[in-house]
C-alpha cells in the first residue's frame, strides 16, 4: 500500500523559506516520478516540481529559481525548498508518485496535502 505524509507546511512573511517533506511508504522515490503540486482556492492544481528517476528536476516557470526539489533515498523522503516565498504561492501543496505498475500502467497516488500561507 502506497503511502505519502507530507508535512513543513505553515504561516511565513514574503521573502519567507518553508521546506516541506513527503515521506513515502510502498514506494522507493529513487524508482519513481516525484512531484510536488498545489492547489489555490478557486483555481485548478498545478504542477509546481517534478523529479524523475535518472533526470533532472522540472519545474513551472513561476517557482524557477526560487524553489528546489530534492529527494533522499535513505530516508526515502521528498523535499521542497521554498525560499522567496510571494504570497500568490499560498495554496495547499501536495506530493504525488506516478507509478508504472507491473503491466506497464501509471498509477498516481496523493499525499493528504499541507497547507503553505504566505502573508504579512
Known amino acids: 500500500q502506497v503511502q505519502l505524509a507530507e508535512s513543513g507546511g505553515g504561516l511565513v512573511q514574503p521573502g519567507g523559506s518553508l521546506r516541506l517533506s513527503c515521506a513515502a511508504s510502498g514506494i522507493i522515490v529513487s524508482n519513481n516520478a516525484m512531484g510536488w503540486y498545489r492547489q489555490a482556492p478557486g483555481k485548478q492544481r498545478e504542477l509546481v516540481a517534478v523529479?524523475?528517476?535518472?533526470?533532472?528536476?522540472n519545474y513551472a516557470d513561476s517557482v524557477k529559481g526560487r524553489f528546489t526539489i530534492s529527494r533522499d533515498n535513505a530516508e526515502n523522503t521528498v523535499y521542497l525548498q521554498m525560499n522567496s516565498l510571494k504570497t500568490e504561492d499560498t495554496a495547499v501543496y501536495l506530493c504525488?508518485?506516478?507509478?508504472?505498475?507491473?503491466?506497464?500502467?501509471?498509477?498516481?497516488?496523493w499525499g493528504q496535502g499541507t497547507q503553505v500561507t504566505v502573508s504579512s
Open positions: 523529479i524523475i528517476s535518472g533526470g533532472s528536476p
Open positions: 504525488n508518485a506516478d507509478v508504472v505498475n507491473r503491466w506497464g500502467r501509471h498509477d498516481a497516488y
